[in-house]
């Protein structure tokens, strides 16, 4: 019993030194690498290589203004609500105020998108939907309303969500003509339906 003990130890022993090793390699792999990581970077945007501080700030208006949230843990937007009541005319567009200011982090964009029981239930659907990342007036949603009804909105309602993406902003070149692909100048529909 005690000899099979100690070859059980001595291989443990083994595995510990050579998993020791294996860190130990790749440690100085990726020192190696570093200064071509380095050199890599230097030639992005700023906002590419640092990590994006993910705060997304809120400056509320009003008192009727409700501080965007998410509706679960996975949820891609955050809901905007009203902060007043009106009214959507059948067939026409309202300009709904939120009583929000947001400050989106730098290197990302908001997009404003519909609610989908919104679209499904009542036609609603949301227009003009980008907040910049340098923008800092009150968010105001545009909502259109399809059908033959007048749609009520009350304050507190949610009307739309915010989706944050990041945004590439690549510097603009003229040139005399453009690459050939496959595809060409199709468009509207060349692909199929």
């Known amino acids: 019993m005690v000899p099979r003990l100690i070859l059980l130890l001595a291989q443990l022993a083994r595995v510990s030194e050579m998993r020791r090793r294996s860190r130990t390699r790749r440690r100085r792999r990726a020192l190696s690498e570093a200064p071509k990581a380095r050199q890599w970077r230097r030639r992005l945007p700023a906002h590419h290589c640092a990590p994006l501080l993910l705060l997304l ?53 908001a997009r404003i998108a519909p609610r989908s029981g919104l679209a499904w239930k009542h036609s609603i659907d949301v227009g003009a939907g980008v907040i910049d990342a340098d923008y800092r007036g009150p968010v105001g949603i545009v909502l259109f309303n399809f059908s033959d009804v007048d749609f009520k909105v009350k304050r507190g309602d949610r009307i739309a969500q915010m989706i944050l993406e990041r945004i590439e902003t690549p510097e603009v070149a003229e040139v005399d003509d453009l690459d050939a692909t496959e595809r060409g100048v199709g468009g509207f529909g060349s692909t199929g339906i």
């Open 57 to 109: 700030r809120i400056k509320r208006l009003s008192e009727n203004a409700v501080i965007p949230s998410r509706a679960s843990p996975l949820s891609a937007g955050y809901d905007l609500s009203s902060a007043v009541d009106t009214k959507v005319p059948a067939r026409g567009k309202a300009l709904v105020a939120t009583d929000l200011r947001v400050a989106v982090p730098e290197g990302t964009y």
